[in-house]
C-alpha cells in the first residue's frame, strides 16, 4: 500500500521556544541599552550643574574683583567655611562678602552634585589680568560598586 506523505503545517512546540528565547534576549539587550541611556543623561545633567556652579562662582568673583584679583576666594576641595555671615540680611563688606559667597558655593556644590566638592586657584599671568582655574569634582559612579569621581575645570579671566 501507499501512502501518500502528510504535510504537517504551523509550528511546532520547539520552534516557538526557541523564538520566545531570540525575543527574550533581545528584549534583555533593549533593557541595557535603556539604562545606559538613563545614567549618560544623569551624567550630562550632573556636567550641567557642574558648569552653572563654575559660571555662579565666577560672577560672584567678578562682582568682588578686588579681593578675587588679591587671591581671598582661593579654596581646595576639602576646606570648609565656618560661621560665615549671612550678607542676604546684613550689610557686609567685601571680606565678609568673600566667605559668604564660598560659604553658598560649597553648599550648593554639596547639594547638587553627589559628593562635590570645589577648588579655586589664581593662575599665573604675565599681564595685569587676573585668571583663575576653577576644579569642580564630584562622585559620577555609573557602576554601584565604587567610586568613580569626575573634575570638571575651568580657566576665566576676572
Request: proline residues 3%; contains cysteine.
Amino acid at each position: 500500500m501507499n501512502h501518500p506523505l502528510r504535510h504537517h503545517s504551523g509550528f511546532t512546540l520547539l520552534e516557538v521556544l526557541i523564538t520566545l528565547v531570540i525575543l527574550s534576549v533581545g528584549l534583555l539587550g533593549l533593557a541595557r541599552l535603556q539604562m545606559a541611556a538613563i545614567q549618560f543623561n544623569h551624567s550630562a545633567l550632573l556636567r550641567s550643574q557642574a558648569l552653572l556652579l563654575t559660571n555662579d562662582i565666577l560672577e560672584r568673583m567678578r562682582a568682588n574683583r578686588s579681593l578675587a584679583s588679591a587671591g581671598a576666594y582661593t579654596t581646595s576641595h576639602d576646606s570648609m567655611i565656618v560661621s560665615p555671615p549671612d550678607c542676604r540680611n546684613i550689610s557686609c563688606s567685601a571680606a565678609q562678602l568673600v566667605l559668604y559667597d564660598l560659604a553658598q558655593w560649597k553648599q550648593d556644590l554639596s547639594t547638587l552634585l553627589p559628593d562635590g566638592s570645589g577648588e579655586i586657584n589664581l593662575l599665573p599671568s604675565g599681564g595685569m589680568e587676573r585668571l583663575v582655574s576653577i576644579a569642580i569634582r564630584w562622585n559620577d559612579n555609573r557602576k554601584g560598586n565604587s567610586a568613580d569621581y569626575t573634575t570638571f575645570s575651568w580657566s576665566a579671566e576676572l
